[in-house]
């Protein structure tokens, strides 16, 4: 057997600082492990031995086809406009307006600085020091190379006998990184028994490891018989810091695939003690494992997670959604029935004709959501401090002594729409149109549009205020909490104009139900305007009727979820639902 001896144990500490796996600095080498071995150099063969493993990762394969095919299929969409038919808040589109963007970055690749072909076998020592002498970088070779291969997924065998050539080179030393590195790629290739090994070698030398290598071994021990040592690890993380989601997941992942049900629930329950939001792959575990489980406290916690769903805005992913309609219809006696579907612009499943909950809030959550905001955002939010208590003051008497608007307009935000086109002329343009349907309109302005210029034409402003109520402030105010509060002065059916999604006061509102009530009263009161063929005919983007968010009538659910092949942005929403009902 090898031992290990530990130098430079004063620096421990600094290990803790270092990034989790992959982003450990080179500059921790120096903290390197005598790999000692006791009956020889001769003997390392039984560390570092070669074994063949299969270099094919279909998995990882399958995904870069994905990726691939995904690419391709937003090159194709570049060009195209956002079809009317999606709305502001549509998954996807506000990935389609960047592309939109012709100044998009191109996300090229940097430069490889080092082009040192990896080796796909392993290689003996003479041919790793050939390779280093072809390498002309300024890094420490070692951990260069078992960096691009992490990088790479190169196979264990391959890092191994990486290893085993450091080694005998360095009476035995190994750097931490390059051990970590090596155990990154025996997880990732389920290579059991070598995360075994590396495991025993850090228990025998540390008392602690760092965060990266902690996630690392109970990745890799869940799947073991040896699965409940990933708990004890669990209990060390949790000794310094909390554990992540991922750590969580892995270990309620282990206690289901060893068929102990009430362990993997008790982790779920410390998991949202602890104010984390679970993973939804550890949802989706659970829904798994719940197919051949026949128990009804079983399948209400199953539920209690769909709540949780809803609670917390979240969606599931397609997978996921598999899952939930395997489970459903599952259930013996139930008659649960499951398809996918999509809604209506009524707000009608496609599926079952059943009418999705309103996206309008009622009265209560109306008053409860315009108070917080109130309070959050414009008295205590930051962005308000950026205006003079004066400048408040003169525009909450204006809000006070005007009717009730129909619909605020961003103007500075309106006006820059359609770059190509002069700002006042677009801003003039949307006021007009609106103005035409008699709704009562408020421009939030600045105090520089009025001044004369060739993107600001003054007899165009003058039209502007002819047409509807004008609030200019002062060139250094932010617009968006003087938005907020017209258009939640101005009643709930009142209507706001801006390309801003208000992310940031989003952000204020500190508890989840405001933040979920404030994101529903988004999506039924923000329009935007998508374009504009000639000055009179502008068009808006259509504001959904119902709301998107898991929802259940006891006989049905309806479950919104991501498309794999869909990339959404944080403020949109899902298109495809879940829908299952009881067969009657
Ligand atoms: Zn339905």
Not at 210 to 222: N, S
Not at 258 to 267: E, F, G, I, T
Not at 401 to 425: W, Y
Request: net charge positive; glycine share 4%; aromatic share 10%.
């Amino acid at each position: 057997m090898m031992t290990l001896c530990f130098t430079g144990i004063r620096s421990f500490p600094k290990l803790w600082k270092s990034n989790p796996y992959l982003g450990l600095s080179l500059g921790h080498s120096y903290l390197s492990l005598f790999l000692k071995d006791c009956y020889g150099i001769r003997e390392q063969r039984k560390w570092f031995s070669l074994k063949t493993v299969s270099a094919q990762n279909t998995k990882a394969v399958n995904l870069l086809v994905a990726k691939s095919r995904y690419v391709r299929k937003g090159d194709e969409g570049s060009n195209k406009e956002v079809s009317s038919d999606s709305h502001l808040f549509a998954a996807g589109a506000a990935r389609k307006r960047s592309q939109m963007n012709p100044l998009r970055e191109d996300h090229a690749l940097p430069p490889v600085r080092n082009t040192i072909q990896l080796p796909t076998k392993p290689l003996n020592s003479e041919e790793w020091d050939k390779l280093k002498e072809d390498f002309k970088g300024d890094a420490n070779f070692a951990s260069w190379i078992i960096s691009q291969m992490a990088h790479s997924r190169s196979s264990v065998d391959v890092a191994k006998s990486l290893l085993a050539w450091v080694a005998a080179k360095n009476n035995g030393i190994v750097g931490y990184d390059l051990l970590v590195r090596y155990l990154y790629l025996c997880v990732f290739h389920k290579q059991t028994s070598e995360v075994i090994d590396v495991y025993e070698i850090m228990k025998a030398r540390y008392k602690r490891l760092e965060p990266g290598a902690y996630t690392l071994l109970i990745q890799g021990l869940v799947h073991s018989d040896r699965w409940k040592e990933a708990l004890l690890l669990l209990e060390d993380v949790k000794k310094v810091l909390v554990p992540s989601v991922r750590n969580y997941n892995d270990c309620i992942e282990g206690a289901l695939l060893h068929q102990d049900v009430s362990l993997a629930w008790n982790l779920y329950q410390e998991l949202l003690g602890r104010d984390l939001i679970p993973m939804l792959k550890t949802l989706k575990a659970f829904f798994d494992f719940g197919k051949n489980v026949k128990d009804d406290q079983y399948s209400n916690k199953l539920l209690d997670i769909l709540l949780y769903l809803r609670n917390n805005h979240l969606y599931p992913e397609e997978s996921f959604a598999h899952s939930i309609k395997t489970w459903f219809e599952s259930a013996p006696g139930e008659q649960w029935k499951g398809q996918f579907t999509t809604i209506k612009e009524s707000g009608q499943c496609s599926g079952c004709g059943k009418t999705m909950e309103s996206i309008h809030l009622s009265p209560e959550e109306y008053e409860f959501l315009k108070g917080k905001i109130m309070r959050d955002v414009i008295d205590g939010g930051d962005q308000y401090k950026k205006t003079t208590p004066q400048e408040l003051k003169r525009f909450q008497n204006f809000v006070k002594c005007c009717p009730p608007f129909d619909i605020v307009i961003d103007g500075l935000n309106v006006a820059k729409t359609f770059p190509k086109a002069r700002e006042s002329q677009v801003l003039l343009d949307v006021v007009s149109q609106l103005a035409k349907q008699n709704l009562q309109l408020l421009v939030l302005g600045r105090k520089h549009m009025l001044t004369q210029h060739s993107r600001w034409r003054k007899d165009e402003m003058k039209k502007v205020q002819k047409q509807a109520s004008c609030f200019f402030a002062d060139n250094i105010s932010e617009d968006d909490p003087f938005l907020l509060y017209a258009t939640l002065q101005s009643g709930n059916h009142c209507k706001f104009i801006t390309k801003d999604l208000m992310r940031d006061h989003k952000a204020c509102l500190r508890d989840a139900k405001t933040q979920r009530l404030f994101f529903k009263w988004q999506q039924g009161h923000q329009l935007a305007i998508i374009n504009r063929l000639t000055r009179s005919k502008i068009t808006f983007q259509h504001i959904p009727s119902y709301n998107t968010v898991v929802q259940t009538t006891g006989d049905s659910w309806h479950i919104p979820y991501d498309e794999d092949t869909v990339e959404r942005y944080s403020y949109e929403v899902p298109t495809k639902w879940l829908c299952l009902h009881r067969k009657t």
